[in-house]
């Protein structure tokens, strides 16, 4: 059973990256149809700036929730590579708890606010604006639940994440 899970995870991180892929090929396209209409036809578009930014918010807000490691956190490796394995524990068990209550906390709001955006359209897309950053509800919700794992690991005893940039490939 914990096989079949760990195998469902790798594919569903696959399919995530996969997505984060598909929204820089959309990125770059629009950006190459930009530089394309404005520097040689002198016709620019107003539609492909905004789908630019979209698909840059997209892309940073679904990257990190989905496919960012936990090795590829930003952490302060300074002190965090040089205490012992259990004070690193007790830093993720207190820093786990502390982004799982400010999210939480702060989840309601940012659900209230991205619903009511749906009064809002795009400029040139005329894409509602709740559709365009709902993303950032999805981040919430997988920071959450990718803290609540930490924290939950980290309370067991598993090992930290390695810091050591020599050693995280390996």
Not at 18 to 23: E, G, T, Y
Not at 71 to 91: A, K, P
Not at 102 to 129: C, D, Q, T, W
Request: with cysteine; net charge positive.
């Amino acid at each position: 059973m914990h096989a079949r899970l760990i195998a469902v995870a790798h594919w569903l991180r696959r399919r995530a990256e996969n997505v984060a892929v598909a929204l820089l090929a959309v990125m770059f396209g629009a950006f190459i149809l930009q530089i394309f209409f404005r520097y040689v036809l002198g016709n620019p578009l107003g539609w492909s700036e905004e789908l630019i930014i979209a698909t840059w918010l997209w892309t940073v807000l679904w990257g990190a929730a989905f496919t960012l490691g936990e090795s590829e956190e930003i952490r302060f490796d300074i002190i965090y590579s040089q205490i012992s394995e259990r004070t690193r524990r007790v830093f993720t068990v207190i820093t786990g708890l502390a982004l799982v209550l400010l999210y939480g906390i702060s989840l309601p709001a940012a659900y209230n606010y991205v619903s009511f955006m749906k009064v809002e359209h795009s400029a040139y897309l005329r894409v509602p604006l709740n559709w365009m950053y709902s993303v950032f509800i999805i981040f919430m919700v997988a920071c959450i639940a990718r803290y609540c794992w930490l924290t939950w690991r980290a309370v067991r005893g598993d090992k930290s994440p390695e810091t050591d940039p020599a050693k995280i490939g390996e």
